[in-house]
């Protein structure tokens, strides 16, 4: 079984940082590339940032210069550092996982359950 934990969403004012934690458990062979997502009610889920086991980064232009995604490959975590919060941030943040189960032969998605991000004065 593998689990993904999401950890540190929560209400912010704008202009505000927080950072969000996602640790991968259970029997993981390797993970490939880890990312962020996020869903704001009525419209779909976007992607956010990813990063591969490398730390090669990709983010989505609106949150360029305001987030950080990195990755702790001995903790199998990604975190994701968000500095200069607005208003429009807010939203579910779900993390992803492209991981190989140990014994498996081949990579597939794995979701965290998602955390609360709400930025409002």
């Known amino acids: 079984q593998v689990q993904l934990v999401e950890s540190g969403g929560g209400l912010v004012q704008p202009g505000g940082s927080l950072r969000l934690s996602c640790a991968a458990s259970g029997s993981i062979a390797s993970i490939d590339v880890m990312g962020w997502y996020r869903q704001a009610p009525g419209k779909e889920r976007e992607l956010i940032a990813t990063?591969?086991?490398?730390?090669?980064?990709n983010y989505r232009d609106s949150v360029k210069g305001r987030f950080t995604i990195s990755r702790d490959n001995a903790k199998n975590t990604v975190y994701l550092q968000m500095n200069g919060l607005k208003p429009e941030d807010t939203a579910v943040y779900y993390c992803?996982?492209?991981?190989?189960?140990?014994?498996?032969?081949?990579?597939?998605?794995?979701w965290g359950q998602g955390t609360q991000v709400t930025v409002s004065s």
């Open positions: 992803n996982a492209n991981l190989r189960r140990s014994g498996g032969a081949y990579y597939r998605d794995y």
């Open positions: 990063i591969t086991s490398s730390g090669s980064t």
